[in-house]
């Protein structure tokens, strides 16, 4: 079993910057990524960006410019950091880590997930 505990998210204006972390702990040794998801109201959970354990990240199309996430294996955390912002960006934001094999997932675990809210 891996556990995510996730902090950050909150309050932004649209153009401002906010930053997740989530840090995992447990069967570390398990998993070869972690990510976000986001799910806002109304809509399916998608993707936003993945890291490998080798440091390869994957970005949807909708963040690509504007999120960076980065990862310190020296404490089995990683970070997202969110410019230029958006109400588009307003969902729950959850912290992913999985087990990659044959291009799909083969498990993985979630995080209680953080609130992020841009306004207009």
């Known amino acids: 079993q891996v556990q995510l505990v996730e902090s950050g998210g909150g309050l932004a204006q649209t153009g401002g910057s906010l930053r997740l972390s989530c840090a995992a702990s447990?069967?570390?040794?398990?998993?070869?990524?972690m990510g976000w998801y986001r799910q806002a109201p109304g809509k399916r959970r998608e993707l936003v960006t993945m890291?490998?354990?080798?440091?390869?990240?994957y970005y949807a199309d909708s963040v690509k410019v504007r999120f960076k996430i980065s990862r310190n294996n020296a404490n089995n955390t990683v970070h997202l950091q969110m410019n230029s912002l958006g109400p588009e960006d307003t969902a729950v934001y959850y912290c992913?880590?999985?087990?990659?094999?044959?291009?799909?997932?083969?498990?993985?675990?979630w995080g209680q997930g953080t609130q992020v809210t841009v306004s207009s």
């Open positions: 890291i490998t354990n080798g440091g390869s990240a």
């Open positions: 992913n880590a999985a087990y990659f094999w044959g291009g799909a997932v083969k498990y993985d675990y």
């Open positions: 447990g069967n570390i040794d398990s998993i070869n990524a």
